[in-house]
């Protein structure tokens, strides 16, 4: 029953209401989603292929509209980074889920679910590549993290394969220096672009995201095989963490753990989660 409700509320999450077609949202309704505080997250957990223990969460934006409904993050990020509000936007989900972790990390929490458990728990946050160039968003972040004394070895900043690639290269001072106070940094989408080896080396990611779209093709398309085999080969090599997103079945979910693929995320596992379901799913998980 527990899953059910929270399967509902998150399909009532992602579902657009009626009639309310989502490219009739304009940059001053987003500025005004900022203002009043409608964006909000979903978690999802990432697990160990081989046990299925919780390592991580990600955290995904959520726009629910009181007169358009509900806007996919497909459609409101592009346009908060056409318009210059993605920096506001990324400074305004990372404080929710460093909120957040503080909570599900903190003694009461552990009490509540019986053990500690998630006061390891690493979080993921997405940053667009166009942030890359802004220092003070980055310095903002890392005072949001000591202010609620969360260290920075548990934050993920992920950046899609294409933008990072382009980008990164250029912005390599940004991403060396976000290394060297602690932040994880991981390519995610990896597959869908044409990055090569060389430049993966010379960047400092220590995570690596096979995109979805072959993932959930793994059992029907030997192609998309062929990418996740090498896309974790590489990864390996390389000392990356290898994460698979888009685990939809437990037949991809053996597969996947037969190449070595460390982490995985999907439906499977779960759905993104609105923060209260996230520690139901816990619980009900954790006791079974
Ligand atoms: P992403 O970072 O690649 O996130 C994974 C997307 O796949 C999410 O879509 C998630 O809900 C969905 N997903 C997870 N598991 C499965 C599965 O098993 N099957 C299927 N079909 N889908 C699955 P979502 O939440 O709609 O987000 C879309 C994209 O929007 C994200 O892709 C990310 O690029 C962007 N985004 C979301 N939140 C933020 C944010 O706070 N900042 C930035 N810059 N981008 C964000
Ligand atoms: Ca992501
Ligand atoms: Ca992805
Ligand atoms: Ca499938």
Request: net charge negative; glycine share 6%.
């Given at each position: 029953?527990?899953?059910?409700?929270?399967?509902?509320?998150?399909?009532?999450?992602h579902?657009?209401?009626?009639g309310?077609?989502p490219r009739?949202v304009?940059v001053?309704?987003l500025?005004?989603?900022?203002?009043?505080?409608?964006?909000?997250?979903?978690y999802q957990?990432?697990?160990?292929c081989?046990t299925g223990?919780?390592?991580?969460?990600?955290?995904?934006?959520?726009?629910?509209?009181?007169?358009?409904?509900f806007i996919?993050?497909?459609?409101?990020?592009?346009?908060?980074e056409a318009?210059d509000?993605?920096?506001?936007l990324?400074?305004q989900v990372?404080e929710?889920?460093l909120?957040?972790?503080?909570?599900?990390?903190?003694?009461?929490?552990?009490r509540r679910?019986?053990?500690?458990?998630?006061q390891?728990?690493?979080?993921?946050?997405?940053v667009?590549?166009?942030?890359?160039?802004n220092?003070?968003l980055f310095?903002?972040?890392?005072?949001?993290?000591?202010?609620?004394?969360i260290?920075?070895?548990?934050?993920v900043?992920?950046?899609?394969?294409?933008?990072?690639?382009?980008?990164a290269?250029?912005?390599?001072?940004?991403l060396?220096?976000?290394?060297?106070?602690?932040f994880?940094?991981s390519?995610?989408?990896f597959g869908?672009?044409?990055?090569?080896?060389?430049?993966?080396?010379?960047l400092?990611f220590?995570?690596?995201k096979?995109?979805k779209?072959?993932?959930?093709t793994?059992?029907?398309?030997?192609?998309?095989?062929?990418?996740?085999?090498?896309?974790?080969?590489?990864?390996?090599?390389?000392g990356?963490?290898?994460?698979?997103?888009?685990?939809?079945?437990?037949?991809t979910?053996?597969?996947?753990?037969?190449?070595?693929?460390?982490?995985?995320q999907?439906?499977l596992?779960?759905?993104?989660?609105?923060?209260d379901a996230?520690?139901d799913?816990f619980?009900?998980r954790?006791s079974?």
């Amino acid at each position: 029953l527990l899953h059910q409700a929270i399967e509902s509320r998150e399909t009532a999450d992602h579902s657009p209401a009626e009639g309310n077609a989502p490219r009739d949202v304009n940059v001053q309704d987003l500025e005004e989603a900022l203002t009043l505080g409608q964006i909000h997250l979903a978690y999802q957990p990432k697990v160990r292929c081989r046990t299925g223990t919780i390592v991580g969460v990600e955290a995904l934006a959520r726009w629910q509209h009181p007169r358009l409904g509900f806007i996919p993050p497909d459609v409101f990020i592009p346009l908060a980074e056409a318009h210059d509000l993605i920096d506001r936007l990324t400074l305004q989900v990372t404080e929710q889920a460093l909120d957040w972790l503080a909570d599900i990390s903190s003694d009461d929490t552990a009490r509540r679910v019986g053990q500690h458990a998630l006061q390891e728990t690493v979080l993921s946050l997405n940053v667009s590549a166009r942030s890359l160039g802004n220092v003070a968003l980055f310095d903002a972040i890392l005072q949001r993290c000591r202010e609620r004394d969360i260290a920075p070895e548990r934050i993920v900043l992920e950046l899609t394969e294409t933008s990072a690639m382009q980008d990164a290269i250029t912005s390599l001072d940004t991403l060396t220096r976000l290394r060297l106070q602690g932040f994880q940094l991981s390519i995610d989408d990896f597959g869908t672009g044409y990055s090569s080896m060389v430049q993966l080396v010379r960047l400092p990611f220590s995570e690596i995201k096979v995109d979805k779209r072959f993932v959930m093709t793994a059992n029907d398309s030997e192609e998309s095989r062929a990418v996740i085999r090498s896309v974790v080969e590489l990864g390996r090599s390389l000392g990356l963490n290898t994460t698979a997103e888009g685990v939809e079945d437990g037949e991809t979910l053996a597969y996947l753990d037969a190449l070595k693929c460390d982490l995985a995320q999907g439906y499977l596992i779960s759905r993104p989660l609105p923060p209260d379901a996230f520690l139901d799913w816990f619980i009900a998980r954790e006791s079974q």
